[in-house]
């Protein structure tokens, strides 16, 4: 092969890993980033800068991705708050500072960028045959990431974030990790690109080089030949030495049973709640919860307490705070005063994530499944939420039977055996409240909340869904359910708690709830009012 066929296979292997490393972040999370020119140009400028001052190829190619991965970390931080085109804005910003960073330093050769880069002293041959092994290395780490647990785990948060915390999923690590694993890619690309041309300026890794054309070889540059010549080339034609970096897409192509007391936090975080000898060790504590949203007081001083296998509805009229109260309970939402306790730990400051590793499970208002998978792989992921936990341990797993065997058996229990392999976009409405309950189920609960399952459904369907809830509680689940349709509630609930404008206005039994007056003023309003309509 020509020296010329040996660069264009260089270039082709960079633009491989380029691609990988972005699929990585936006492929597989479903993170936008638009300034992925930035950590390739920091892994590049951290190569070429260690190189010219005398240090080994190996040393140099990793620093180039490490200080890349830094950089990714730093900017996965923001995507820590940021979605969708908030972090895909905030990353073209990291580019256009990474530019105007380089270009100020004289030690980084400003705007001449760094020339003096010494051969790897593999040859073209070598340097090309470095490249397209770093490359297929690469696309190999990408599949093996994505058929792990940690990139099921990746499709989750990248379908949805909230409904991946309510399995277990610790959104944030997942973020950070792929922002880390792409970053590091691409900086190694970098470096490998620094010893491939022999010298490096800012304008190859601005922002209009996220999707430029690699037009250095087509205006007659040589790459890794005659470092001078190619500079004086490029500055009497005016051609900016742009490097493609191409936009990617590329398509992510045994059990404890209802035990308390299992896998309970430890730690200084984990307060105990000491209790009397002899006294009930509640499944769940609410204490003096509150909380506001500007002038709106949604909770206002809510205390309440459930025993372990209870069976308790949660009613009030639309707008009475019922939702909010069940997003603090989970971690969703942070009091602004109050505590929530379960099982004896007291976990106000904990995220959604940790609460469901305790032995939480909650199901949303609208059904949220992840829609990039089938039924069968929804249950899967959340019964794999111990696999999940940690995503370097999670990289380190890819077996999936036992999950997908716990999977298909909750699928038939809550009566969507032969749904397995259905996408869940071809699912009805009923099938996916179903859906939402086996995924509930699948993180093995000790305490479950329900919010509104049965809203959608017609009356039969309404009527047997109860009865699967009621079957539920019967294996020993304590169950909190929100729910309007009030005769399906007074028919499995054994306590009513009412809340009314934030606060609980009765918990009793359902016969003396709805003698209440204050519970028939809250749903109907004053006997004046009436008189006066």
């Known amino acids: 092969m020509s020296a010329y066929a040996y660069s264009v296979l260089a270039i082709m292997g960079i633009n491989v890993m380029l691609a990988v490393s972005l699929n990585m972040i936006t492929g597989f999370c479903g993170q936008f980033s638009l300034g992925h020119a930035a950590f390739y140009g920091a892994g590049a400028y951290a190569a070429a800068f260690l190189a010219a001052a005398?240090?080994?190829?190996?040393?140099?190619?990793?620093?180039?991705?490490?200080?890349?991965?830094?950089?990714?970390?730093?900017?996965?931080?923001?995507?820590?708050?940021?979605?969708?085109?908030?972090l895909a804005v905030t990353t073209i910003g990291v580019s256009f500072l990474f530019v105007g960073f380089v270009r100020k330093q004289p030690w980084l050769g400003a705007e001449m960028g760094i020339s003096r880069i010494p051969s790897s002293g593999l040859g073209s041959q070598g340097n090309a045959l470095l490249i397209v092994a770093c490359a297929?290395?690469?696309i190999?780490?990408?599949?093996?990431?994505?058929?792990?647990?940690?990139?099921?785990?990746?499709?989750?948060?990248?379908?949805?974030e909230d409904t991946a915390r309510s399995i277990?999923?610790?959104?944030?690590?997942?973020?950070?990790?792929?922002?880390t694993l792409g970053t590091a890619i691409a900086g190694l690309a970098g470096g490998l690109y620094a010893y491939f041309t022999q010298f490096i300026v800012p304008d190859s890794f601005g922002f209009r080089d996220a999707d430029g054309d690699g037009r250095h070889r087509r205006h007659g540059l040589h790459p890794g030949r005659g470092r001078s010549r190619n500079r004086a080339y490029a500055a009497s034609r005016n051609i900016p030495l742009y490097q493609r970096v191409p936009a990617a897409d590329l398509w992510r192509p045994s059990h404890s049973r209802h035990a308390l007391c299992a896998g309970r936090a430890r730690g200084s975080r984990a307060r105990c709640i000491t209790?009397?000898?002899?006294?009930?060790?509640?499944?769940?504590?609410v204490e003096a919860a509150a909380i506001h949203f500007g002038g709106v007081q949604a909770i206002a001083g809510v205390s309440?307490?459930?025993?372990?296998?209870?069976?308790?509805?949660?009613?009030?009229?639309?707008?009475?705070?019922?939702?909010?109260?069940?997003?603090?309970?989970?971690?969703?939402?942070?009091?602004?005063?109050?505590r929530v306790v379960l099982s004896g730990i007291d976990v106000t400051g904990w995220p959604t994530a940790r609460r469901i590793r305790h032995g939480l499970a909650l199901t949303h208002q609208i059904a949220r499944p992840f829609r990039s998978m089938t039924a069968l792989e929804n249950v899967t992921l959340a019964a794999g939420h111990r696999l999940t936990a940690n995503p370097f341990a999670a990289l380190a797993r890819i077996a999936r039977s036992a999950q997908q065997a716990r999977a298909r058996d909750l699928l038939a229990k809550v009566g969507l055996s032969g749904e397995d392999d259905k996408p869940v976009t071809a699912l009805p409405l009923g099938h996916l409240k179903r859906l939402e309950v086996a995924r509930a189920l699948a993180v093995d609960p000790s305490l479950i909340l329900l919010d509104e399952p049965l809203a959608g459904l017609n009356h039969s369907e309404a009527a047997r869904f109860v009865d699967l809830i009621a079957e539920i509680n019967n294996g020993g689940i304590t169950t909190?359910?929100?729910?309007?349709?009030?005769?399906?509630?007074?028919?499995?609930?054994?306590?009513?708690?009412?809340?009314?404008?934030?606060?609980?206005?009765?918990?009793?039994?359902?016969?003396?709830?709805?003698?209440?007056?204050?519970?028939?003023?809250?749903?109907?309003?004053?006997?004046?009012?009436?008189?006066?309509?």
Not at 54 to 83: C, D, N
Not at 317 to 335: C, D, E, H, M, S
């Open 304 to 338: 309440f307490l459930v025993a372990p296998g209870d069976m308790a509805g949660l009613i009030g009229p639309n707008g009475a705070g019922k939702t909010t109260l069940l997003r603090i309970i989970a971690g969703v939402l942070k009091p602004d005063s109050g």
């Open 54 to 86: 005398g240090s080994s190829v190996p040393f140099s190619l990793l620093a180039g991705a490490v200080v890349a991965g830094a950089l990714g970390v730093i900017v996965g931080f923001a995507s820590l708050r940021l979605r969708h085109d908030f």
């Open 480 to 533: 909190i359910l929100v729910e309007h349709n009030l005769a399906q509630v007074m028919r499995v609930c054994r306590r009513l708690l009412v809340l009314d404008q934030g606060r609980i206005i009765a918990d009793a039994a359902p016969e003396h709830v709805m003698a209440n007056p204050a519970v028939r003023e809250a749903y109907l309003g004053s006997g004046r009012e009436h008189a006066a309509a």
């Open 136 to 138: 297929l290395a690469t």
């Open 275 to 285: 209790q009397r000898t002899g006294a009930m060790n509640w499944a769940l504590e």
């Open 168 to 179: 277990g999923i610790s959104v944030s690590s997942y973020k950070l990790v792929a922002f």
């Open 140 to 160: 190999a780490l990408s599949i093996y990431v994505n058929r792990s647990w940690m990139g099921f785990g990746f499709r989750a948060v990248g379908d949805d």
